[in-house]
Structures are given as structure tokens and as C-alpha cells.
């Protein structure tokens, strides 16, 4: 249990299924939050099957195995989800759920709580999204700024689609020179793809460098023509389909198309009507 930093409410989690939120000035429950609905963990079930209680608890939490020795470990630890040691008997508990420690982030828009399954991050802010692939020990932002120094724009790119950090992936974006965009595009992994493709699409509706990024796009778009017709389905198979990100990006594309062609189309009839003044003149 702990305060907001402002002081206005309390964030509660302990042996149960939700995390709380409590006001504290006029004393009442604001909103509960549900951390898990794996019904393999003891305290998910609000009501138990009557069938399954005896006179010692619930069938599934006694353990009928004729060893008593416990090893010095918490049978609640254990059980279904893979918990029991190497060498040990196994044990027919099931790991409670609860939640174990919580922190609420200094700006109070996002909190973390760390509960029987992993961790859990929550946020109002739809872009602060955590969603890391092959993640790994070596892998963090400054690995990312370490390659962009070491002046190796594709281990920097590759290092920043593994984090999955929107800021970081278009900072190596801009750190490609124009000259290495198509080095550095054939030496993306195809399963990476998807997601450059997405920030791609980000950049072309607010970025002001409109003929650097599309020269990313032509220059990717030719690496994932040529990867489809080499091997096309290996790409199916072990990557997300492509095709969203693709009409996403093709949409960003078509929108700016059609302002510049508006854009020319206003100054040259701007242009005639200024010639056509000056001769009459």
C-alpha cells in the first residue's frame, strides 16, 4: 500500500485479485483493477465449486504425496505453472495470486505492480507502452546511444526495434545518412519489419523531412519486395502480418500526395493569373 505523490489517493494489492484505489479525502473506493484471469491460480475464483471442498479445504490445495519433506520451500510457490524444482516430488498446490509490491511513477499518470505472474505496468498515456522483443540483458537505450557513437546506425536500429521505444527507434531513424539508407534497410531482420514500418507511417504525418522518409520507404518497401519473392513464406510464418502497417503506411502516403498536388495546383493557377496582370500591364 502506498500514496500518489500528491497525496490524494492510496494504491492498495496484497492477497487478492485487484489492485485498489482508494480516495483519501472523502474515504471510498475509486476503481479496482483485476491483475490476472488465470483460473490455474488459488484466489482467482470469487466462489468455489462446492463439489470440490471437503472437510481439510479445497481438493486442489491438499497435497496427498507420501513425502513430507518440503525443502525448505513454500508449497504456494509451486505447483501448475511449472514452479516445482529440479528433483523434488511435485506438488499438487497451486500457486497463490498477489500482488507483492507496488510503485507509483513520480508524474502519477502510470503505476507498476509486481504480482505472482511478472510484472505489470499501468498507464493513462496510450504511448507509454512497453512492449519489448528478444529483449536482453545487452539491450538497453544506452546500447542504442553507445552504437549511434560507435557510428553504427543498423546495431543502433536493430537494438532500438528489440526495446520497442518509439523515441528511440525514430532517433536512429534520423541518424541513417541517405547515402547508408539502403545498407542499412537490407540488414533489417524481416521479423522487425512490421514495426519500422509503423514508425515510418508516424513520420510521414508529422515529420517535415518528407524526402528523407520516403526514401526510407522506397528504399524498405524494395527489401520487402524482394524478401516476399525469395521466401515469402518463412516471412508469413514467423512474423506478424505485415499488411496493416502496409495500408497504414500506403494511407500516410496518399494524404500527402494529394496536399502537395493541391499545393500545386493553387500556385499554378496563382502563377497565370500573376502573368497574365503583368502583361496586361
Same mark, same amino acid.
Given at each position: 500500500m502506498l500514496y500518489s505523490a500528491d497525496g490524494s489517493y492510496i494504491l492498495a494489492g496484497g492477497s487478492s485479485k485487484y489492485i485498489c484505489t482508494y480516495d483519501v479525502a472523502d474515504q471510498v473506493l475509486l476503481r479496482r483493477f483485476q491483475i490476472?484471469?488465470? *483460473?490455474?491460480? /488459488?484466489?482467482?475464483? #470469487?466462489?468455489?465449486?462446492?463439489?470440490?471442498?471437503?472437510?481439510? =479445504?479445497?481438493?486442489? *490445495?491438499?497435497? /496427498?504425496?507420501?513425502? #513430507?519433506?518440503?525443502?525448505?520451500?513454500?508449497?504456494?510457490?509451486? =505447483?501448475k505453472l511449472n514452479y516445482d524444482l529440479p528433483g523434488s516430488m511435485p506438488n499438487r498446490g497451486r500457486p497463490v495470486i498477489r500482488t507483492k509490491c507496488l510503485r507509483i511513477a513520480p508524474t502519477g499518470r502510470s503505476f507498476s505492480a509486481a504480482k505472482t505472474e511478472g510484472v505489470l505496468v499501468y498507464s493513462i498515456d496510450e504511448s507509454f507502452i512497453l512492449d519489448p522483443s528478444d529483449l536482453d540483458i545487452d539491450v538497453t537505450p544506452e546500447a542504442v546511444d553507445a552504437a549511434l557513437n560507435e557510428d553504427q546506425p543498423s546495431r543502433a536500429l536493430i537494438l532500438s526495434l528489440r526495446l520497442n521505444e518509439d523515441s528511440l527507434i525514430k532517433k536512429c531513424i534520423f541518424a541513417v545518412g541517405p547515402v547508408?539508407?539502403?545498407?542499412?534497410?537490407?540488414?533489417?531482420?524481416?521479423?522487425?519489419?512490421?514495426?519500422?514500418?509503423?514508425?515510418?507511417?508516424?513520420?510521414?504525418?508529422?515529420?517535415?523531412?518528407?524526402?528523407?522518409?520516403?526514401?526510407?520507404c522506397q528504399q524498405f518497401l524494395q527489401v520487402l519486395q524482394e524478401l516476399c519473392k525469395s521466401h515469402g513464406s518463412s516471412i508469413q510464418q514467423n512474423s506478424r502480418n505485415p499488411l496493416p502497417s502496409l495500408k497504414s503506411l500506403q494511407k500516410a502516403i496518399t494524404r500527402i500526395h494529394q496536399d502537395l498536388a493541391d499545393t500545386c495546383s493553387s500556385n499554378e493557377y496563382m502563377l497565370r493569373y500573376l502573368c497574365s496582370v503583368g502583361d496586361k500591364k
Open positions: 490476472t484471469h488465470n *483460473l490455474s491460480l /488459488d484466489g482467482v475464483l #470469487d466462489f468455489l465449486n462446492s463439489k470440490n471442498m471437503t472437510e481439510a =479445504g479445497p481438493v486442489d *490445495l491438499i497435497d /496427498d504425496d507420501n513425502s #513430507d519433506t518440503e525443502e525448505g520451500v513454500d508449497k504456494q510457490t509451486r =505447483g547508408d539508407i539502403p545498407a542499412v534497410a537490407s540488414s533489417i531482420p524481416h521479423r522487425y519489419m512490421q514495426r519500422l514500418i509503423e514508425a515510418l507511417a508516424e513520420l510521414l504525418e508529422s515529420c517535415p523531412h518528407l524526402e528523407f522518409i520516403l526514401r526510407w
